[in-house]
């Protein structure tokens, strides 16, 4: 997939990038190339795969138990902040 210039102009004001005209055509490139390595990944059939878990067979991940290790200690944190209403943070407004 080849993407052109004003495509690649769009994505790096969406992202807030500021590219010279000269790494234009780099990106590009590398966005086709990635594009591309997609697009051959998704013909790949994988009907018949089986998911899998871990990569080496008989292997299991290790997960702790799901339980509470420590108190809650929300009103101690609070204590500490300048300003606090009904359990919440307030901080100072900085978008008008």
Do not use: F
Request: hydrophobic letters at 40%; aromatic letters at 4%; proline letters at 7%.
């Amino acid at each position: 997939m080849s993407i052109t210039r004003s495509q690649i102009a769009d994505i790096a004001h969406l992202a807030r990038l500021a590219l010279s005209e000269q790494e234009i055509p780099v990106y590009a490139e590398s966005l086709s190339r990635v594009l591309g390595l997609v697009e051959q990944l998704q013909r790949a059939d994988t009907a018949g795969v089986t998911p899998i878990a871990h990569p080496l067979p008989g292997q299991r991940q290790r997960l702790r138990p799901d339980e509470v290790t420590e108190t809650d200690q929300h009103e101690l944190y609070q204590r500490n902040a300048p300003q606090v209403q009904a359990g919440l943070y307030l901080v100072p407004r900085v978008i008008e």
